[in-house]
Structures are given as structure tokens and as C-alpha cells.
């Protein structure tokens, strides 16, 4: 099976930089589509951003358009974000999960192998 762990959160000053990643273990397909999402206290969780390893395209919410960069490490089997110019409004736990059909998708049941989550926030 496929475990995902997130890691890299904390606490960072209002305009500054974060990189959180998201690391693989066991077997993953080559093919493979990794999702970012984030939860703030009372609020539904979100898609953040996506990245797919079969052409290395991406995607963005448009909150964090301009701001947050993905990348991977195929060696590594590590997905990385990379937070830039950080508001208060991103404080949330951040979760990476993998694609269920190696797709992106809105539906929160398209992805599985969820992560423990790694919390980021934000200060003013």
C-alpha cells in the first residue's frame, strides 16, 4: 500500500516562505497524482494545489495562484509546496493525498492514502 507523510509545517511571520512536503512509501505508479489541501479551524477543507508526474503539469487554487509552487523529487518520491509571500488566511493543516484514478478532481472521495496533515501558521 501506499503511505503518505507530510512534513515541513510551523510557525512563519505574515510574508514570509514555508516549503511543506509530502513523501511516498511503497509502491506508487509511475503515473501518479498527488493533491495538496488545507483546513482552517471552522472552515471546509480545500484544495491548495495538484501535481501530476505523467507530464508534470499542475495546478492551483486560485488563493494560492502566484504565491505557492509544487514540485517533486521522482528519486526522493517526495511532492513538495512551496509557500511564498504567506498571508494569515493560509494558516490551515496542510494534507497531501493521492488520486484515485490519477486524475484531478474537486470530489474530496477521488483521493485516498490520506496523510496525518501537517499544521502551518501564519502570523501577523
Known amino acids: 500500500e501506499v503511505q503518505l507523510v507530510e512534513s515541513g509545517g510551523g510557525l512563519v511571520q505574515a510574508g514570509g516562505s514555508l516549503r511543506v512536503s509530502c513523501a511516498a512509501s511503497?509502491?506508487?505508479?509511475?503515473?501518479?497524482?498527488i493533491g495538496w489541501f488545507r483546513q482552517a479551524p471552522g472552515k471546509a477543507r480545500e484544495g491548495v494545489s495538484c501535481?501530476?508526474?505523467?507530464?508534470?503539469?499542475?495546478y492551483y487554487g486560485d488563493s494560492v495562484k502566484g504565491r505557492f509552487t509544487v514540485s517533486s523529487d521522482n528519486a526522493k518520491k517526495v511532492v513538495y509546496l512551496q509557500m511564498n509571500s504567506l498571508k494569515p488566511e493560509d494558516t490551515a493543516v496542510y494534507s497531501c493525498a493521492r488520486s484515485r484514478d490519477g486524475t484531478w478532481t474537486l470530489s474530496l472521495n477521488g483521493w485516498i492514502s490520506w496523510g496525518q496533515g501537517t499544521q502551518v501558521t501564519v502570523s501577523t
Open positions: 501535481f501530476s508526474n505523467s507530464d508534470g503539469s499542475t
Open positions: 511503497g509502491f506508487i505508479s509511475p503515473h501518479y497524482v
